[in-house]
């Protein structure tokens, strides 16, 4: 039997305690309406800690709908999302979430096409979030400048 978006939402909004760690496989179509559907129900959870939805292309609106997620939710410590089109512009509308939120400690955004431009947007949300712990850029460009505006977010 295969479990919709629904089961999901109505297990992560009763904080279920067998929802601890969700993965979105590669394969499983999902709507941008899926996205916010799952975010808008993981604002008050408390339960889940992991969440991997790697290899999924993201539309603005359901980046928007993880940042809007992060800046109120403090459960959640690792995340993994977004395909090799993420680009700079999805990780500026991901940053603005993780400069409020105080519980994620790991966040893989690999192989999302980063440059400069999107490590500098990382790196800002960085100076103001205290709880990330482990962020992985592998195969991103974010060349030297983009390095050096993290190195010195850390620094």
């Known amino acids: 039997e295969k ?9 992560l909004k009763s904080n279920d305690e067998t929802m601890r760690s969700l993965l979105v496989m590669r ?6 309406s899926d996205w916010s559907s799952l975010c ?17 292309a993201l539309e603005t609106e359901a980046v928007q709908a993880f940042a809007d997620m992060l800046s ?16 700079d512009e999805r ?19 690999d192989l999302k096409s980063i440059t400069a431009e999107g490590a500098k947007e990382i ?11 482990k962020l992985k850029l592998a195969r991103n460009a974010l060349t030297d400048e983009g ?6 977010a850390l620094a």
């Open 91 to 109: 990780a500026k509308l991901l940053s603005e979430g993780l400069k409020g939120n105080g519980g994620l400690q790991e966040l893989e955004l």
């Open 147 to 152: 390095v050096a505006f993290l190195a010195e």
């Open 27 to 32: 394969n499983r179509k999902m709507t941008s």
């Open 123 to 133: 790196a800002a949300a960085l100076c103001e979030n205290k709880s990330l712990r």
């Open 3 to 11: 479990v919709g978006v629904g089961d999901w939402t109505t297990k």
């Open 40 to 56: 808008e129900s993981l604002v008050g959870n408390t339960r889940l800690e992991e969440l991997k939805a790697s290899g999924h």
């Open 72 to 87: 109120q939710n403090s459960g959640l410590k690792r995340l993994a999302l977004g395909d090799s089109e993420f680009g």
